[in-house]
Structures are given as structure tokens and as C-alpha cells.
T-cell receptor, first 115, second 113 residues
Framework: DGGITQSPKYLFRKEGQNVTLSCEQNLNHDAMYWYRQDPGQGLRLIYYSQIVNDFQKGDIAEGYSVSREKKESFPLTVTSAQKNPTAFYLC??????????????FGDGTRLSIL | QKEVEQNSGPLSVPEGAIASLNCTYSDRGSQSFFWYRQYSGKSPELIMFIYSNGDKEDGRFTAQLNKASQYVSLLIRDSQPSDSATYLCAVKGMYSSASKIIFGSGTRLSIRP
């Protein structure tokens, strides 16, 4: 079955620690996205990538970093500079340029909390 | 002004009635419009998308788009308790980058038995 896999489902971060959230897709999609969702809020875009080895900052990129070394993988690192990381993190993908009207599909999410 | 606006609710509808969810957007050149359903603690799942003015029906769901008035709505007929969720409106604007989609904050829908 094609889909988007996020891991882990739950993650705890200590003060001063960097943590990495995994996102893998086997849909052969070019475009991938990371969103943050706070309780009772909508989705805010952190980073997105339209093609391998390229990515752009979204609306709330400070304190986060990403890489896109492989088409199927788009990991997100929450750095110690992100002072309020507790949130629900969602990874999404869509076919990308040339199919820009296509909807995004989401993984199951990672819930990050501070210890 | 937010790019995509939704009433946060909660919207309470009796079982079997029609639920009407509305969304307005600011980018007049927007091209694609999506409705997602999100259950508490889960990720959003796509319900419908619409690109052209008018109505699009899929089972109990109807999406309505009016580009002149810059609004898109979702109607849910014969509402069921399982429809209780937050509904997110998402819009791809004309001036956003190739694949970027803007999400509203969502409307919480509650179907009362």
C-alpha cells in the first residue's frame, strides 16, 4: 500500500536537545511538506521541498531544519533553538510541479512533548 | 486579514440534518480548493476537492465554489455522529509557489443524536 509513514508516533525532548522526526513516502511524489499544529489551531507550514536536494522555508521555519537527500525521505530536525516545540507535527506530500492542483496527503503525525 | 478564514465553531447539528461549513479566502486568483476532515488526535484526511465554480457532489458531501464571492462551502447531508470532527478548508493561491497550500484554522462540527 502506498502512503506516508511518520515515526515515531510520540517523542519527548529534553532541554537543549535536538530531535529528528522521520517522514518517508512511497507514492513517488516530488513535493513534501512539514506542518506544525497546536491544540485547537490550524496547520502552519514549517518547510517544504518541491524536488530532491531543494527545500524552502515556510511560515515558521525558525528553530527547525530539514534535508531532502532522497525523493522518498524528508526528515525534520527540531533544534534546541525552538523554545516551544510541543505540538503535533504532520508530514504531507503531493505529486508536485506539473500537478500543482493535486491535494496533499498526510502521514499519521508525530506528537512531540518537552520533558 | 487571514488568507483562509473559517468559523471555529463549534457548529452543532442534529443527526440527519444538513451541516453547512463555510470558508472564505483572500487571494482572488486561487485555483484549487480542498476540504479535509480531522478527528481529534488524528491527521487530516481529504474529503473533497473542487476547481470550478458550482457544485461537486460525492455521496453525502457537496462542495460549492463561488469564485466571484471568494467562498467555498461544504454541505454534509444526513449528518451522522461519525461526522463529528474538525473540518479544514485549504486553498492553493495563484501567487503561492507551485505546490503550496494554505489551510484555514478549521470548524469544529458536532452532530447531536
Amino acid at each position: 500500500d502506498g502512503g506516508i509513514t511518520q515515526s515515531p508516533k510520540y517523542l519527548f525532548r529534553k532541554e537543549g536537545q535536538n530531535v529528528t522526526l522521520s517522514c518517508e513516502q512511497n507514492l513517488n511524489h516530488d513535493a513534501m511538506y512539514w506542518y506544525r499544529q497546536d491544540p485547537g489551531q490550524g496547520l502552519r507550514l514549517i518547510y517544504y521541498s518541491q524536488i530532491v536536494n531543494d527545500f524552502q522555508k515556510g511560515d515558521i521555519a525558525e528553530g527547525y531544519s530539514v534535508s531532502r537527500e532522497k525523493k522518498e525521505s524528508f526528515p525534520l530536525t527540531v533544534t534546541s533553538a525552538q523554545k516551544n516545540p510541543t505540538a503535533f507535527y504532520l508530514c504531507a506530500s503531493n505529486p508536485g510541479q506539473g500537478h500543482s492542483n493535486q491535494p496533499q496527503h498526510f502521514g499519521d503525525g508525530t506528537r512531540l512533548s518537552i520533558l | 486579514q487571514k488568507e483562509v478564514e473559517q468559523n471555529s465553531g463549534p457548529l452543532s447539528v442534529p443527526e440527519g440534518a444538513i451541516a453547512s461549513l463555510n470558508c472564505t479566502y483572500s487571494d482572488r486568483g486561487s485555483q484549487s480548493f480542498f476540504w479535509y476532515r480531522q478527528y481529534s488526535g488524528k491527521s487530516p484526511e481529504l474529503i473533497m476537492f473542487i476547481y470550478s465554480n458550482g457544485d461537486k457532489e460525492d455521496g453525502r458531501f457537496t462542495a460549492q465554489l463561488n469564485k466571484a464571492s471568494q467562498y467555498v462551502s461544504l454541505l454534509i447531508r444526513d449528518s451522522q455522529p461519525s461526522d463529528s470532527a474538525t473540518y479544514l478548508c485549504a486553498v492553493k493561491g495563484m501567487y503561492s509557489s507551485a505546490s503550496k497550500i494554505i489551510f484555514g484554522s478549521g470548524t469544529r462540527l458536532s452532530i447531536r443524536p
